[in-house]
Structure formats: C-alpha cells, structure tokens
C-alpha cells in the first residue's frame, strides 16, 4: 500500500526548533516531487516547501532561511527541519507526493500537529 | 504568494450542481495550466480530485470537473452528494518553483 506518515510534532517554545519526519511505503521518494503542507489553527492549507528529484530545494517565503527540506534515501524518509519556530508556525504538517512535476499531490499522509507557544 | 481566492462556503441540494471559483492573477493561475483541487475531510488527508486544470485522476467521480478562464479556475460538481460535504482547496503552480493554495471553501450538502 503507498502511504505516507508523519511523526516529530509537538509543543516547542518559540525561538525552538523541531525536525519533523515522512516515512513512505510502497514507493520510492527519489523518482517523486515531495511537497510540505500545513494548515493553521481554523486557516487553509498553506504551501510550505518542495523537495524536487533532482535534489533542488524550494521554500514559501515565511518559511525560507528558517525551514530545510531533506531526504535520506536509505530510509526513504522526507524531513523537514523547522528552526527558530514562531508562533505563526503553529499547524498541522502534512508531506505529500506528486510523481512528476506539475501533478497534483496524489498521497498525502494524515499530518503531524506543531505547536509554538511559551 | 497571496493566497488564491475562494468563496467561502458553497451549498446545494443533493443532487444539484455547484461550481467552486478560484480566482488568482496573472502570474498564477493566469500563466499556467497547473492547478489541482483538492477535497479534505477534517482531521483526515486532503484527496486530490483534479489535476492539471482538467484531469480527473483514477478513481475520481466523473461527478468532479475542473476548468479555467483566464485568472480564474473552477471545479463544478454534480449530482451532489451527502458525502461531497467538505472543505475544497484549490492550488496554482505559481512559477520559480513555488506553488499557492486557495483560501479553501467549505460544500455543505442541504
């Protein structure tokens, strides 16, 4: 079965930082595009960062110099280091797959919660 | 990276057809046949219902279409049912690799 599962959340105190993981079964994440999304408190989905096949990285605005996407291929896990977290941080993190460029997002996990509050 | 923008809240009866806008500019949805929608239950993992504007992926009701006009991207669905109730998101590749969601709305079935 292809699936994904999240796995790091939790609370952190602003300034904190947090690495948030992806496992995924039943495929292999190097032939994907792999995508972070979250969702805050009563809010939308809001994109966060794109782990391209290639190895080439890509950030929203309000996540980069901040965020770091990665992947280990051994473990073929996705992460996501999330440092001096802020409060507007606070969400739900999904990882997402989409198998070429420009499909949509066809596997989504069921989210990891961050919470960012002192 | 403005949000795309969404009415709110949308509402049929079942068996009714109702169409969700997502509107953006030029530098999105405008300059790219790359929008997907997605359909997501609370609590549970968002589902991909179109992809590429118009593309409908294996195992998705034919009951679920999407098109675009310009600035403006569309999903209509028909024949409503109890279980289209949802909050339904749409997403525009918006260049330099960087992508944008819509503001969400939410489908109650009356």
């Known amino acids: 079965e292809v699936q994904l599962v999240e796995s790091g959340g939790g609370l952190i105190q602003p300034g904190g930082s947090l690495r948030l993981s992806c496992a995924a079964s039943g495929f292999s994440m190097i032939g994907n595009y792999m995508t972070w999304v979250r969702q805050a408190p009563g809010k939308g989905l809001e994109w966060v960062s794109v782990?391209?096949?290639?190895?080439?990285?890509?950030?929203a605005d309000s996540v980069k110099g901040r965020f770091t996407i990665s992947r280990d291929d051994s473990k073929n896990t996705l992460y996501l280091q999330m440092n001096n977290l802020r409060a507007e941080d606070t969400a739900v993190y999904f990882c997402?797959?989409?198998?070429?460029f420009g499909d949509g997002m066809d596997v989504w996990g069921q989210g990891t919660t961050v919470s960012v509050s002192s | 990276q403005s949000a795309l923008t969404q009415p709110a809240s949308v509402s049929g009866s079942p068996g009714q057809s109702i169409t969700i806008s997502c509107t953006g500019t030029?530098?999105?949805?405008?300059?790219?046949?790359?929008v997907s929608w997605y359909q997501h239950h609370p609590g549970k993992a968002p589902k991909l219902m179109i992809c590429?504007?118009?593309k409908r992926p294996s195992g998705v009701s034919s009951r679920f279409s999407g098109s675009k006009s310009g600035n403006t991207a569309s999903l209509t669905i028909s024949g409503l049912q109890a279980d289209d109730e949802a909050d339904y998101y749409c997403c525009s590749y918006a260049g330099s690799s960087t992508y944008v969601f819509g503001t969400g709305t939410k489908v109650t079935v009356l």
């Open positions: 997402a797959r989409s198998p070429n």
């Open positions: 782990l391209y096949t290639g190895g080439s990285k890509y950030y």
């Open positions: 030029s530098s999105d949805i405008g300059s790219f046949n790359l």
């Open positions: 590429e504007v118009t």
